[in-house]
């Protein structure tokens, strides 16, 4: 992932600032990065990459399937969970791999 790029094709329409939650079955408890970013007060988009069926909170729906890897592959993830802060259709910021709660603001 390069910061300023702009997002691979994606089936929902981008808002000014979002998140972006790339993720696959094998990433264990997501419970705090989930609440993490849900209270950041963007939009979230949950991508479950990988072609395993993995959940997402109630009230997102993940975008699945080989199109959804496809997705995670352009971006060149390196490690699963990826969560980028996405502004204008833009990477601004991206975290991968191991998360701790910190770092994501209430969105303006």
């Not at 094709?9 to 989930?34: I, K, M, N």
């Amino acid at each position: 992932m390069r910061l300023g790029e702009l997002l691979p094709a994606h089936p929902w329409q981008s808002a000014e600032r979002e998140v972006v939650v790339v993720y696959t079955h094998d990433c264990g408890d997501l419970g705090e990065l989930w609440g993490a970013v849900l209270r950041s007060g963007l939009p979230v988009r949950a991508v479950n990459a990988e072609d395993v069926t993995s959940p997402a909170p109630a009230g997102l729906k993940p975008w699945r399937g080989p199109e959804a890897t496809q997705f995670a592959r352009q971006l060149k993830v390196g490690t699963y969970p990826a969560v980028l802060l996405v502004r204008g259709g833009r990477i601004l910021n991206a975290w991968e791999g191991t998360f701790q709660g910190t770092g994501l603001t209430k969105g303006e």
